[in-house]
Structures are given as C-alpha cells and as structure tokens.
C-alpha cells in the first residue's frame, strides 16, 4: 500500500510560509521582550563621579535623581533635556516641588522633543561645556533607546554612565519601549540617522 500524499496548492504554500515566519517572529520578539524586561538597568552609585549630569524629561522621579546626583557632588551641573517652552526654573522647581535655588547650576534645555532630539541637544551642550563624560538618567524602560541615541551623537570618548530611575512594571508600556528600541535599532542599522 502507498502513500498517498496531497500536493498543496501554491496557495496553501505561501500561506503556510508567511505563517511559519510571523511564528518564528511573534517568537523572537517575545524572546526579547522577554530579555528586555528582565535585564532592566538600575541606577548608577552616587560613588561614580562624571562631569555632568543630563536627566531627560517625561517620567517621574528622573528630575529628583538627577539633584541627587548633583548635590552629591557626582557631577559638576546638570541639563535638563527636553522643557517645555516658556518652562522657567521657577515654575519647573514649583511642579517638582523643590525649592527653585536647587536648580542652580542646572540647565534647562528647550529644544529636544524626543529621544533623538534629546540625545542631539546633549551632545551640542557637552561639546559647549567641553565635558569628557555624563551621567544620563531616565526610566529604566528608556535607558537602552536613549543609550543608542546617545552612541550615534556623542563623540567616542565620551564616557557615558546610565543612571535608571525605577519604573512600575507595567507590560504594555515595557512592550512599547521595546518595540520603539527594535525600531530605532533596525533603523540605524540600515543607515538611517
């Protein structure tokens, strides 16, 4: 007795290749995301010392870490990335709830409207200060987009320290950082800036 085997339509075939790959895609994106989640940076010692700090604005506890850090004399001054226009130290210190001397040797950086932008304005503001190395602080589901903005902009000497402020494990948020970090990779990694 043979076997009798059906032959698929070319139809039944492309159909069952795309959904092997979006199989083995679903996959490896849940791989990483998998890895992403779990290998979240923390926050850097207040014992490691750079020239500046830099807090990229967004998220809660990221504007108080980075006055830790200064006030511990971990780093020499501090930009605060990505403010509002018309956002005065003032009213900045009023809705963080500190006392507005604090933000003394801080400045305020008004021309960054996303993770890219954020990266480019602190490059321009290090190259202006001629400072050797940073300590970049914002959440940790943040961290690893902006650590790859900041490798494209900074020169390679440049010491960068990341210093991730905590965030509430929240997955469609974390799945959303991922995503855009897969993105932003892919993108650089076929030659756009």
């Known amino acids: 007795m043979g076997y009798n085997r059906r032959r698929r339509s070319p139809l039944g075939v492309v159909t069952g290749f795309f959904a092997r790959l979006v199989a083995v895609l679903l996959l490896a994106w849940g791989g990483g995301f998998l890895w992403f989640s779990l290998s979240l940076p923390g926050p850097a010692p207040l014992s490691v010392k750079t020239d500046a700090v830099v807090v990229l604005t967004g998220g809660a506890g990221r504007l108080a870490r980075g006055l830790e850090v200064v006030e511990a004399k971990a780093a020499q001054r501090m930009l605060l990335s990505g403010v509002g226009r018309g956002s005065s130290r003032r009213q900045i210190a ?100």
């Open 94 to 193: 009023a809705a963080a709830g500190v006392a507005a001397k604090r933000l003394r040797i801080t400045d305020l950086g008004y021309e960054a409207i996303d993770t890219r932008s954020n990266a480019e304005e602190t490059a321009r503001w290090m190259a202006a200060h001629q400072y050797r190395s940073v300590r970049v602080v914002t959440s940790a589901g943040h961290m690893r987009r902006a650590l790859v903005e900041l490798d494209r902009v900074l020169p390679p000497q440049i010491e960068v320290v990341p210093d991730a402020v905590p965030i509430p494990p929240r997955i469609d948020r974390m799945a959303a950082e991922y995503s855009k970090y897969l993105l932003r990779r892919a993108a650089l990694a076929s030659g756009a800036q």
